[in-house]
């Protein structure tokens, strides 16, 4: 923390050497000017909540996010469309190759760990999954709620994501169903309160969301999403117990589906991404973390066990 603290005293000192690009507008610098940012779409609350803080703090700050699909941020950034992406990973070794021919290193910040949750329609009792059963529903290898549990009324599953380009459809393919293909039950919609709202009203449905949307309680939004929805707890083995995608539990790894939130920064200079990821980085920026119901990657948790009588 002493070396944040010292980074962003510098950030505030050189935010007074402005520099003028050939057509005369200011070039961008970490406290001032204005730059475009990709944000996976299941980050937008968060983000949103993120900037507006910044942006009030640095008054000649702005930061434009556009809240896309994982896929289209970092294909914006390969092809030098933005500078700086915010998604659920960092880049892949073939991704880095490309800038290392430019002689780019990128700047991955690491913010937070967050996770892909899963949420199911109040009347469906079976909240509490084991992880070998969310894969069964992810390679097809499971369609009906009678494979889980035979009194269940539900009928066939339906899988439903946010985007067919998402984050969470990347995450389920590749690190849920070993790669395979998802099976033809699973379909998208457009945006992670769309899933929720089909969810909602369809009761064999299983929906997968980004974590973050449903895990600040304080919010009146999300209050009403959690009338709404059942979030699904997830266990290692058959009568184990299980846990949900919360802070505690993803501090702990006692929830296997959690992933890594990660700035990534290919401006090559001094600007406005350094400055956004080092106030992310920073106690203030790690509070909102905590604040959104992510896992903060840079303020030590404490965790206490309540014991019931």
């Known amino acids: 923390m002493k070396y944040l603290t010292l980074l962003l005293s510098t950030l505030l000192i050189g ?21 475009s940012i990709m944000v996976d779409e299941g980050y937008e609350p968060v983000i ?58 990128p700047k991955m910040t690491l913010i937070a760990h967050d996770a892909v949750a899963f949420i199911i329609n109040p009347a469906n009792k079976d909240s509490v999954l084991t992880v070998d059963q969310i894969k069964g529903i992810m390679t097809g290898e499971i369609t009906s709620w009678k ?29 849920i169903a070993g790669g395979a293909a998802l099976p033809n039950s699973a379909s998208a919609v457009k945006t992670n309160s769309e899933v929720i709202d089909y969810v909602a009203k369809n009761k064999g449905a299983i929906g997968i969301i980004g974590a973050n949307w449903i895990s600040d309680s304080d919010d009146k939004g999300v209050q009403s999403f959690l ?25 702990t790894k006692q929830y296997p589906f959690r992933r890594s939130m990660h700035l990534i920064n290919c401006q090559g200079r001094a600007g406005l991404g350094l400055g956004l990821a080092s106030f992310l980085a920073s106690d203030p920026g790690q509070r909102i973390m905590m604040k959104e119901g992510l896992l903060a990657a840079n303020i030590p948790i404490r965790l206490m066990q309540v014991i019931k009588e």
């Not at 935010?15 to 730059?35: A, L, M, N, W, Y």
């Not at 067919?164 to 690190?175: F, G, I």
């Not at 009338?227 to 501090?251: M, S």
């Open 147 to 175: 494979q889980i549990n035979p009194q269940s009324r539900q009928g066939n599953i339906t899988i439903v994501f946010d985007n067919a380009n998402s984050s969470n459809v990347r995450y389920c393919r590749d690190s």
């Open 15 to 35: 935010s007074g050497c402005e520099q003028k690009r050939p057509d005369g507008k200011e070039v961008d610098g970490p406290t001032f000017g204005e730059i």
């Open 227 to 251: 009338k709404n929805i059942v979030l699904v707890d997830v266990a290692p083995q058959p009568g184990a117990e299980g846990f949900g995608p919360y802070q505690a539990y993803l501090a």
């Open 48 to 105: 949103t909540s993120v900037i507006d803080v910044f942006d009030t703090i640095y008054g000649r700050a702005k930061i434009n996010a556009r809240y896309v699909p994982e896929s289209e941020a970092v294909n914006a950034l390969l092809n030098d469309s933005v500078e700086v992406i915010i998604i659920p990973r960092s880049l892949k070794e073939q991704e880095l190759a490309y800038y290392k021919k430019k002689g780019i290193v």
